[in-house]
């Protein structure tokens, strides 16, 4: 596609909930990132993917996160049993290169926990 | 990644008035980019900044990577209210990117 393309790109969801939250990159997009941006901060770390393999994932807050990309294309981010705590945007970005990468990124996935 | 300190956090200004945020890092970087997020939006890439005394323009705003590859500069000539949002200055290692909390610009009709 175009760009890169997340969905849902709103999300309530009620404590102790799973969600699982899409991202669907630019073809030949090598790398992908997932960011969690709370309100007023900006975007932070969460996991890091070169193709299918997932080589850092040293930002997810805690082992309630995880996150897939199978195939080297879209990926997948879950949280199990949601916390008001998780309440952010969660932004996935793409980049051609293994290395230093210009970043393209999506619109974002809004979740509000109640 | 690498991640550096920007300065300020805030700043308002008068339409028409010249805007400069500041990026500093403690270790030499390999490279720096900066982003701009609308509000509401996503961040959107500007530039990256590879070379020692780099400096890049673009119409209004003015890149800068210092001697030293320790710190970064982006200058606004005469703001208008379409400059407004946060810019984002990360810097990265290998691959990672920390962002940080940006500069958050507003500007005044």
């Known amino acids: 596609g175009a760009g890169v393309s997340q969905s849902p790109r709103y999300k309530v969801a009620k404590r102790g909930q799973d969600v699982a939250l899409r991202c669907d990159p630019i073809?030949?997009?090598?790398?992908l990132f997932w960011y969690q941006q709370a309100l007023g901060q900006g975007p932070e770390f969460l996991t890091y993917?070169?193709?299918?393999?997932?080589?850092?994932k040293s930002g997810l807050p805690s082992d309630r996160f995880f996150a897939e990309r199978p195939e080297g294309s879209v990926s997948t981010l879950k949280i199990q049993r949601t916390q008001q705590e998780d309440s952010a945007v969660y932004l996935c970005?793409?980049?051609?290169?293994?290395?230093?990468?210009?970043?393209?990124f999506g619109a974002g996935s809004r979740l509000t926990v109640l | 990644g690498q991640q550096v300190m920007q300065i300020p956090q805030y700043q308002h200004v008068q339409e028409g008035e010249d805007f400069t945020t500041y990026c500093n890092s403690s270790?030499?970087?390999?490279?720096i980019q900066w982003y701009k997020q609308r509000p509401g939006g996503h961040p959107v890439f500007l530039i990256q900044?590879?070379?020692?005394?780099e400096v890049k323009k673009q119409k209004r705003l003015t890149f800068q990577f210092g001697e030293a590859k320790k710190n970064s500069s982006l200058h606004i000539t005469a703001t208008q209210t379409t400059d407004v949002g946060t810019y984002f200055c990360?810097?990265?290692?290998?691959?990672?990117?920390?962002f940080g909390t940006g500069t958050r610009l507003k500007v005044l009709a």
């Open positions: 970005a793409g980049g051609h290169g293994s290395g230093a990468n210009v970043l393209t």
């Open positions: 073809s030949g997009h090598v790398s």
């Open positions: 993917f070169q193709n299918e393999a997932q080589l850092d």
């Open positions: 270790t030499t970087l390999s490279n």
């Open positions: 900044l590879v070379k020692s005394g």
């Open positions: 990360p810097a990265s290692g290998t691959y990672k990117y920390i």
